[in-house]
């Protein structure tokens, strides 16, 4: 089955940034990809995504701070998250084909 492990989160201050990789396993990388997020009380939400030919789109409030990519031959996709808020805060889920779930990690924005 396929497997799908986030790392890179962490805590930082408004303004700042963080890298965060999602490396799959368990298939060959054909799939659309993506990025959701679930802030505490607040329904999970659609961050960007990436299809296998390199299209991507992002949710309005992080255009122009966020860069979703892919590095097919090595089964990775990376989210730049620049110029972080703390309505960033939240815990991020890396996605395949709408079907698969990476466990979530955790990015924390203090002001």
């Known amino acids: 089955q396929v497997q799908l492990v986030e790392s890179g989160g962490g805590s930082v201050q408004a303004g700042g940034s963080l890298r965060l990789s999602c490396a799959a396993s368990g298939t060959r990388f054909l799939y659309t990809m993506a990025w959701y997020r679930q802030a505490p009380g607040k329904q999970r939400e659609l961050v960007a995504t990436?299809?296998?030919?390199?299209?991507?789109n992002y949710a309005d409030s992080v255009k122009g701070r966020f860069t979703i990519s892919r590095v097919n031959v090595n089964n990775t996709v990376h989210l730049e998250m620049n110029s972080l808020k703390p309505d960033d805060t939240a815990i991020y889920y890396c996605n395949a084909a709408n079907t698969f779930w990476g466990q979530g990690t955790q990015v924390t924005v203090s002001a």
């Open positions: 990436i299809t296998t030919g390199g299209n991507t």
